[in-house]
């Protein structure tokens, strides 16, 4: 730290050392942020960069509230507190049975026009903010909302599109179980989630999931037939749904 504080204070620092100084802080704050992985739900380890939710960086999800749910289930879990911006539809009850602590979570349901703003002000004091835009952001206000992550340490997870994620997760198939012939109820649901990272780095990820088990828990698809051994007697046609 001393070194990079007296080649700043020098008379005429050549553009060289400049260079050399604006790599090493990008070094720097990039080791800092990467070093902080937040607690991750382990059906979802296998689908993020990392193998872990990253403090200061956000993430795009796609087609499902209860994969927001499992996004947030791992760090609630873990004694981080949460938020949840414009999603009035978002179930508390639901919520606590997966494993999200509702005394560490604050909801917004209702932003209107100022989602971004108190977005921006939450992510001072909550470790993973989950957001439902209810219109575009433009590239200044996104590009300030970055920094604030990062310089804050926070998570996001956008409900939608989003520029400068991390990764993007999509529901891609699901499929609820439990209903025969005009008989029965939904009681679990297997889903295909794909993940690309930023920029399209790497190949796509894929997982099966089960969002969530019979046992109200999230977990990876069984591909040894433990999972089919949980639902036996129960096999019957799935209902497509997304939510």
Avoid: N
């Amino acid at each position: 730290m001393f070194t990079t504080v007296a080649a700043l204070a020098s008379p005429a620092p050549d553009r060289a050392q400049v260079h050399e100084l604006q790599s090493r802080i990008r070094q720097m704050q990039a080791t800092k942020l990467e070093s902080r992985g937040l607690e991750t739900h382990p059906a979802l380890a296998s689908l993020l960069p990392g193998g872990s939710l990253k403090a200061g960086a956000a993430y795009s999800v796609r087609g499902s509230t209860t994969l927001v749910m499992a996004m947030l289930a791992g760090p609630s879990g873990a004694g981080a507190w949460c938020g949840v911006v414009g999603m009035p539809d978002f179930g508390a009850e639901a919520a606590g049975r997966f494993g999200i602590d509702l005394e560490r979570l604050v909801l917004v349901p209702h932003p209107g026009e100022h989602w971004l703003t108190v977005t921006a002000a939450i992510v001072d004091v909550l470790s993973v903010v989950v957001v439902v835009p209810s219109t575009a952001a433009r590239d200044a206000d996104v590009a300030r909302l970055t920094a604030r992550l990062r310089q804050r340490e926070s998570t996001l997870i956008v409900v939608g599109d989003w520029p400068q994620v991390e990764a993007t997760l999509t529901v891609a198939h699901s499929g609820w179980d439990g209903l025969g012939a005009g008989v029965g109820a939904l009681s679990s649901r297997r889903v295909t989630v794909e993940s690309a990272a930023r920029g399209g780095s790497g190949s796509p990820r894929r997982a099966e999931l089960w969002l969530p088990d019979l046992r109200e828990t999230f977990r990876a698809a069984d591909t040894d037939g433990a999972g089919r051994a949980q639902h036996a007697g129960r096999e019957r046609p799935a209902l497509e749904a997304v939510g």
